[in-house]
């Protein structure tokens, strides 16, 4: 390779080892901020389209949802966020050809993801969806949906794990233009093949599906395009690539316990919605239309947290622990700013996103009582979110994943005493969240600060 063609790859890394903290955590999370509204998008219209089939067809896709959803920050943020912190690990320590070999490495990872999470949601989905209630028009609806997206959820898993092999070279701008424009196809998708237009037949449900697997495969191909080229940062090449546990090893060593921390958000939201339905179906689609807010923080989150991943990490492979552990605080606050903002607006007016989906009253109702006791502590959660992102960039994220299973321990605990014990209702429930958030947040935050300790005793001894 030419001295010009290495120009590019040694200025970016240059600007994550060097720039001023905040404002290049700020333009390298633009892009990706872009991200939250498209999965926003993804989120409410969705939402909106099969509302319109009644509530039936939008209960029965909301028991589906949080698998989904699962699947879908399994890729993005926690397998996907370890090959991006690999990838940035490799460049910092400026060993291009490991980065080159990491990306092989994730697309076969990809692939076999794919075939397991297909293999299991096509056989015990249905399983799953009877436990949280499912039955009946809501059943059907359920895995008229489910069938469509996890027949093809390679496509989900591919468009991820490629885009999280750029954005670990520090390039934000192209994966999220590539993400946007997919879910933009799939918006144009989903109504044509839920209603049918034409020659198209109506699907339903299965539409909302298959739309979404259509547009993530359009992504994946581009971005497998572009990791081909010649000139690109970090190459993905399968000829001469000699496959290896120890590069495999280094995914699992971050993403198996991020893919725990994912089941953990998304066990949580499926127990609570087990929960809840214990108050009737309008409670439980009542909360999991407030829960649908929640995932738009996460996303929001993983704006911020894929440029703290490529910083932090860039900053850990070149030895930069200071350096590092202020990224990880400048984007705690960051994160925590935004989702208590989004948080404080949703607590004082949460009739205008539950508007978006129904004008069922007891379902407002419901919904209301949750919005306002939750989202006030939604800064809570962005706070412990964005410290998850800076520990994946360490290559540690144990204390992180730690704290998310105690918020699932006093969310569902707390709300299962509150509900079938104590009767306390909604309310209830919904304090039990509360304190869970809030338990999250401080938790994680205080074992960040510990690690602060280790990262400069690590330091010390380098140096001797």
């Not at 359920?142 to 670990?168: E, K, Q, T, W």
């Not at 497998?224 to 399968?238: E, G, I, M, N, Y």
């Amino acid at each position: 390779m030419t001295e010009g063609a290495k120009a590019p790859v040694a200025a970016r890394t240059r600007l994550l080892l060097e720039g001023p903290i905040l404002p290049t955590l700020l333009r390298l999370s633009a892009p990706n901020v872009m991200n939250l509204l498209a999965i926003g998008g993804l989120i409410t219209f969705d939402g909106l389209f099969l509302g319109r089939l009644g509530p039936s067809v939008l209960a029965g896709v909301s028991l589906v949802f949080p698998f989904v959803m699962f699947v879908q920050h399994v890729a993005a943020s926690g397998m996907g966020g370890a090959v991006s912190s690999a990838v940035a690990r490799a460049l910092g320590a400026n060993d291009k050809v490991r980065a080159n070999e990491l990306a092989a490495h994730a697309f076969v990872l990809a692939v076999a993801m794919a075939l397991v999470f297909s293999a299991l949601m096509l056989l015990a989905g249905p399983l799953f969806y009877r436990w949280m209630g499912g039955a009946g028009e809501v059943m059907q609806a359920a895995l008229s949906y489910s069938n469509a997206v996890f027949a093809g959820i390679v496509s989900v898993f591919m468009l991820n794990m490629l885009a999280n092999v750029v954005r670990g070279t520090g390039n934000m701008g192209f994966p999220a233009g590539v993400l946007i424009t997919a879910v933009a196809l799939h918006l144009v998708l989903s109504p044509v093949l839920i209603f049918g237009i034409g020659p198209v037949p109506a699907l339903g449900p299965a539409g909302a599906g298959l739309g979404l697997v259509v547009s993530f495969g359009a992504g994946s191909i581009v971005l497998f395009v572009q990791l081909r080229k010649t000139d690109s940062l970090v190459r993905l090449a399968f000829r001469g690539v000699r496959y290896r546990w120890e590069l495999f090893r280094e995914f699992f060593s971050v993403g198996i316990p991020g893919l725990v921390n994912v089941a953990i958000n998304n066990l949580t939201v499926v127990c609570l919605t087990g929960i809840a339905g214990r108050l009737g179906k309008e409670a439980a689609v009542g909360y999991a239309l407030g829960a649908r807010l929640e995932y738009i923080m996460i996303p929001l989150a993983f704006g911020f947290g894929t440029a703290v991943v490529a910083m932090v990490g860039t900053n850990w492979g070149a030895k930069q622990y200071g350096r590092a552990q202020a990224i990880a605080w400048t984007g705690a606050a960051t994160v925590a700013l935004a989702c208590g903002s989004i948080g404080f607006l949703a607590a004082l007016f949460p009739g205008l996103w539950l508007g978006l989906f129904t004008v069922d009253e007891k379902v407002i109702s419901f919904g209301s009582v949750y919005l306002t006791t939750v989202a006030p502590l939604y800064a809570a959660y962005g706070l412990a979110m964005a410290l998850y992102f800076a520990m994946q960039g360490m290559g540690a994220v144990l204390p992180a994943v730690s704290a998310n299973g105690l918020r699932l321990v006093v969310s569902v605990g707390g709300g299962l005493l509150a509900v079938a014990w104590l009767d306390l209702g909604v309310f209830g429930l919904s304090l039990a969240i509360a304190c869970g958030f809030t338990l999250h947040g401080m938790l994680t935050a205080w074992l960040f600060w510990r690690k602060r300790v280790n990262a400069e005793t690590l330091l010390t001894e380098r140096r001797s």
